[in-house]
C-alpha cells in the first residue's frame, strides 16, 4: 500500500466535506457545531493520519469524525450541568434564542426548463427525509449514513461505528423501519 500524497489527502478531504457536515449537521442539529466539528475531524486525520495510505483514510476520517461528534455532546452535557447550576445567578433579562435545524439546499433541478412544481414536490420530499432522518436514534442515524449514503460495507460500518457487523445490520434495520414508516405517514413512497 502506497502513502497518501498531499494531493490525494486533498482531493479526499474536497470529496467528503459536503457529506461529513450534512452527516454532523444531522447528528448536532446546529450548523456552527456541524462545522467546527467536521473542520477539526479533518484537521486531525491531516495532522495525526495523513502520511497513511489512501485506501485507509475514509474508514479512518470516519471514525474521527464520530468520535468528534459524541466529544461534543460530552462537553455539552457538562456544559449543560453548569449552565443549570448557575443559572439562578443569571441576569433576568438574559434571552436565550433556540437552535434549530437550517434546512440545506438539496439537489434540485433548477436548469431553465425545469417543472417548477416538481422542483417543489423534490425539494419537500427532501425536507421530509432530511428531518424523518434528524429524529432518528444516534447510532440508527450513524448506522444509516454510513451505510446507506457514505455507502460502506457492514464491516467497513462496524470498524468506524466501533461495534459488531450485526449492531449494525440491527441498527440499519431499525433505522430503514423507522424511516420508511415516518415517509409513509407524511405519504412519501421511494
Keep these: 500500500m502506497a502513502l497518501a500524497s498531499a494531493k490525494e489527502l486533498d482531493a ?3 470529496a467528503v466535506e459536503r457529506r461529513a457536515y450534512k452527516s454532523a ?7 456552527h457545531s456541524a462545522l467546527d466539528v ?3 475531524a479533518m484537521l486531525k486525520l491531516c495532522e495525526r493520519y495523513g502520511e497513511r495510505p489512501s485506501e ?3 474508514l479512518i476520517f470516519q ?6 461528534t459524541t466529544d461534543h455532546f460530552r462537553r455539552a452535557k457538562v456544559r449543560n450541568f453548569w449552565t443549570t447550576l448557575l443559572a439562578p445567578l443569571k441576569d433576568a433579562s438574559g434571552d436565550e434564542a433556540g437552535d434549530s435545524l437550517e434546512a440545506l439546499p438539496g439537489a434540485v433541478d433548477t436548469s431553465p426548463g425545469a417543472d417548477p412544481a416538481a422542483m417543489a414536490e423534490s425539494s419537500q420530499h427532501l425536507a421530509a427525509i432530511e428531518q424523518a432522518l ?3 436514534p ?3 442515524r450513524q448506522a444509516f449514513l454510513l451505510r446507506y449514503w457514505e455507502e460502506m460495507d457492514i464491516a467497513e460500518t462496524a470498524r468506524a461505528m466501533g461495534c459488531s457487523e450485526g449492531s449494525v445490520k440491527t441498527h440499519c434495520f431499525r433505522a430503514v423501519s423507522a424511516l420508511s ?6 405519504g412519501i413512497r421511494l
Design 56 to 58: 485507509e483514510l475514509p
Design 134 to 136: 434528524a429524529e432518528l
Design 181 to 186: 414508516a415516518k415517509l409513509k405517514g407524511k
Design 12 to 14: 479526499f478531504l474536497a
Design 63 to 68: 471514525r474521527i469524525l464520530q468520535n468528534a
Design 38 to 40: 467536521v473542520q477539526n
Design 25 to 31: 449537521l444531522l447528528a448536532l442539529r446546529d450548523h
Design 138 to 140: 444516534a447510532r440508527q
